[in-house]
């Protein structure tokens, strides 16, 4: 078996790392993710994440504050999920790193392109924390800033839907998943998967996206490997 793409950026959304609590976190599903995250890491492939904070907070839970105080408590749980990811993986017998987007030492180093560049090219995982490190962003859009910023061949977005729909499938027995679109398709759509910003910056520097479900068996080692049988693929072409 080998990986289709020599580098990638997963994006894991912080509430799956909770399970059914919903909150927190769930040691079953952290070491799930981990060993499919070492199995994808031995077929070659250089892998990076953003891991976001739902499982915490999320800065629109902050009716009534600030906007950017609340958005900065979503980068701060975003930490707390790629420190906890980070060991986990290390556990597991996987190498791994965590940059922020704003200074948290001693926890992790703060981001920097040219020394991320060098930890996957020496077979280490690079986990992003601390969101864009401003508000207004959100971690979808951070894993697209991330993914071009990298240079990764493929933006591989693991969420708890198996793709994008064009309405809610939970409230929707009708709904139609679509196979692939563009990132023009996804915006005149108006399409919720992703946020705009994200896709627009995709689109932008050519990087596609597989929206896919993290809860299906060996799901990220398939998106890794290219089979792809189930999600969804955003791309220009």
Not at 5 to 10: A, E, F, N
Not at 23 to 33: A, D, P, R
Not at 38 to 53: N, W
């Amino acid at each position: 078996m080998t990986a289709k793409y020599k580098r990638v950026l997963i994006k894991i959304s912080g509430e799956a790392l909770a399970g059914e609590k919903g909150t927190g976190y769930s040691n079953e599903i952290l070491n799930e993710v981990a060993a499919q995250i070492k199995s994808a890491h031995a077929l070659g492939c250089q892998i990076s994440i953003v891991v976001g904070g739902g499982n915490f907070w999320r800065g629109r839970q902050g009716l009534s504050m600030n906007r950017s105080t609340a958005d900065y408590m979503g980068m701060l749980a975003t930490v707390m999920n790629s420190l906890c990811l980070q060991e986990t993986l290390i556990a597991n017998g996987v190498p791994a790193i965590v940059q922020t987007a704003f200074n948290v030492t001693p926890l992790a180093d703060p981001f920097d392109r040219r020394k991320a560049d060098e930890a996957l090219n020496s077979g280490k995982v690079v986990i992003f924390g601390g969101g864009t490190g401003h508000p207004f962003f959100s971690t979808d859009t951070t894993a697209s800033l991330r993914a071009a910023e990298i240079g990764a061949d493929a933006l591989l977005f693991a969420k708890n839907i198996d793709g994008v729909y064009d309405s809610d499938p939970k409230t929707n027995p009708n709904a139609k998943k679509y196979d692939s679109l563009t990132g023009m398709q996804f915006i005149a759509k108006g399409l919720k998967a992703m946020d705009t910003t994200a896709v627009t910056m995709c689109m932008e520097n050519n990087v596609p996206v597989f929206v896919f479900a993290l809860n299906e068996e060996n799901s990220i080692v398939n998106a890794v490997m290219g089979n792809n049988n189930n999600g969804t693929w955003i791309k220009n072409d």
